[in-house]
């Protein structure tokens, strides 16, 4: 039976995380703990709190507090995902990003060296498995060979660089202080959950209201697409079959423009609304709904700044040690979404109107 601390899971892929792991190990007890900023949200683990799953309300930064949960609970394993995580977001603002990715990094390594390390009672074993990102690798040009785990850092904004921080504070606790650590890069995810500040789901959600779909500069940046909870698989087998003191990274070998991914999601928009007839009632603004193509809703705005041009991971080291294929093809994994979006406009909603806040709901 573990015992786990998963940081950030009110948030999109901890949640996801949660979710399958609760159902894959039904002996296993997680504390939650998330600060729930504009990006958490109770409602991600809905069905999931209970005597196996409790959520704490705080902040990574509170080292104090993290040392006494670590304590108290029994807990011997992080998995760590709590981040500032919009890249848009670091550009307007880069302090929370410090804040949050580096500082809070380093709050909770400390803890965790601290109570396992140090005290009378620390655990026979331990693990810290820190939750990174593919964009610490910096930006590929169309024709160079993927991301492997010994391409040298390059981070291009403050998000990424915030992130790469984060990797070799928890690289140097290993490496100093002999901490269990483990850290897995990932590319892009999608799936139930997603803020609709990112992407595919704002673009899911602007399409259903009529609204223009912003696609920055010409739309030919690329990512590597993986359905969310083949992130959370990656991270199992991390876990479970892991090296300690290795890196892993985790992708989908599913590279897609951003203008070729906006138009896959219109064109299976238009497929539902022609397939189910109470899709016109329901979003009367969506130009499926008359009969018109959502693509007419694509609109070309001005680019983020630095916009890395391409991210692609080469999965052949998580592949051959670990055993890691992802289970969910793209095809499969963006319709999931797309009906998950349909059935749950409360989820959504709530966050457009600001409700998801409300800490009696
Ligand atoms: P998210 O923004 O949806 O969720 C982040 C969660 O962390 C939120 O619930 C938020 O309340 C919480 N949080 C933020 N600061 C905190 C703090 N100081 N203390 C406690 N909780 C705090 O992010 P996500 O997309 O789920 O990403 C999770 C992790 O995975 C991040 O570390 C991110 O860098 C990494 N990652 C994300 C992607 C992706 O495609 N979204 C890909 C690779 C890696
Ligand atoms: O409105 C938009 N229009 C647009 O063209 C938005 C929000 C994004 N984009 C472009 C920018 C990117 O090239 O789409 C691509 C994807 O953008 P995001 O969804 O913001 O994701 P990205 O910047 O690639 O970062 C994501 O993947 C790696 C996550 O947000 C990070 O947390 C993760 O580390």
Redesign the pocket.
Known sequence: MNRMLV??????????FVRYWLAAYPDDHITV?????????RA?LDGLLSERCVLVE????DTELMMQLLRDHGLTTVV???????VDRSIEGPD?FI???IL?THSLLKAARQVWQTEAHAPADHRFHH?????VYGSLSMDAPAFTELTAYAPNSP?SAS?AA?DFLVRSYHHTYGLNVTT???????GP???PE?LIPLIIINLLHGKSLPIYGDGKNIRDW?F?ED?ARGIEKVLNHGTIGETYN?GGVNEWTNIDIVSLVCQLMNERFKTDESLRSRFPECPAASERDCAQLITYVKDRAGHDFRYAIDTTRIRDELGYEPAVSFEKGIELTLDWYLENQPWWQAVLDGSYRDTDT
Do not use: P, Q, R, W
């Not at 703990?33 to 949200?41: E, H, K, Q, S």
């Not at 705080?58 to 930064?61: D, E, G, K, L, V």
């Not at 939750?131 to 964009?135: G, L, N, R």
């Open positions: 940081t950030g899971a009110a948030g999109f892929i901890g949640a996801n703990v998330d600060a729930l900023t504009y990006a958490g949200n991600n705080a902040n990574i930064n760590h995902f709590a981040a500032e995580s919009h929370a804040e949050a990715n809070g939750v990174s990102t593919d964009e998000y992130k984060s897995s890069n990932c590319s892009n995810n999608y959950f997603h803020f990112k993986l969310v992130h985790i």
